[in-house]
């Protein structure tokens, strides 16, 4: 296992987050012990931005937006998620599965201090085990943020059973993106992404220089716009 880096930020203009609730779990905080008692193992900022804006610019403002997150953890990037629908000039929801029952508690804590309860629906458990549930009948998924357990297979079956619900141009979010890891070692977030390309094809976008231990964001999309046929000669 290499080196851990760390690309989260502390010293930056608060209200650049777009809820007063986190920006009060923010405030002061300067080191890792700090961020970690305040808001979890979450992503942090700058990735929180991430997550707002890529929410923001993809929710479409006619039609019921479904968004998923694996890994609620204490709701800090559940703040953000949820906080991107209201802000949106659609309608949505987010549905958000943890696996620790004391995490969940204090995401729902964390949610309802944040005004957001209305837009949340929790599930505890696996992810693996949840997302079924989650994605009951046809719906279809506009973002994802998978975010749970970051071993190999278990990224790769999140995807796979998210898969037949997203559109060409959803948008599948992963986190911890960095290959920190030997080739002996579980490849985790950044080996499941090689696969997944090779199996499911579509475009990814790497953005190294956020989040931390393991750094790193990737977006996922099958197809940016309905027809890529190339033109005739």
Not at 16 to 25: F, G, S
Not at 115 to 132: C, N, R, T, W
Not at 199 to 205: M, Q, R, T
Request: charged residues 25%; proline residues 6%.
């Amino acid at each position: 296992m290499r080196e851990p880096q760390f690309h989260r930020m502390t010293d930056y203009n608060k209200s650049l987050i777009p809820n007063a609730h986190l920006r009060q779990l923010e405030e002061g905080v300067g080191s890792r012990e700090e961020w970690v008692e305040q808001s979890g193992y979450s992503i942090g900022y700058p990735a929180w931005g991430i997550l707002y804006y890529t929410l923001l610019c993809r929710l479409k403002p006619e039609a019921y937006n479904l968004v998923i997150e694996t890994g609620t953890n204490i709701g800090c990037s559940s703040i953000v998620l949820a906080q991107a629908i209201k802000d949106s000039r659609g309608t949505g929801e987010l549905r958000t599965v943890e696996l620790e029952p004391d995490n969940l508690k204090r995401a729902k804590e964390n949610i309802e201090l944040a005004g957001l309860s209305d837009i949340v629906k929790f599930y505890e458990g696996d992810a693996i085990e949840q997302l079924p549930k989650m994605l009951a009948g046809s719906e279809t998924v506009s973002v994802a943020f998978l975010d749970g357990s970051h071993l190999y297979k278990q990224v790769i079956k999140e995807f796979e059973i998210l898969e037949p619900h997203l559109e060409d141009d959803s948008v599948v979010i992963f986190d911890n993106t960095f290959n920190r890891f030997e080739p002996h070692e579980d490849q985790r977030v950044n080996g499941a992404l090689r696969r997944i390309q090779a199996d499911f094809g579509g475009n990814l976008i790497n953005l190294p220089f956020c989040s931390w231990a393991t750094p790193g964001m990737a977006l996922w999309q099958r197809q940016p716009f309905e027809d890529m046929t190339p033109p005739s000669a």
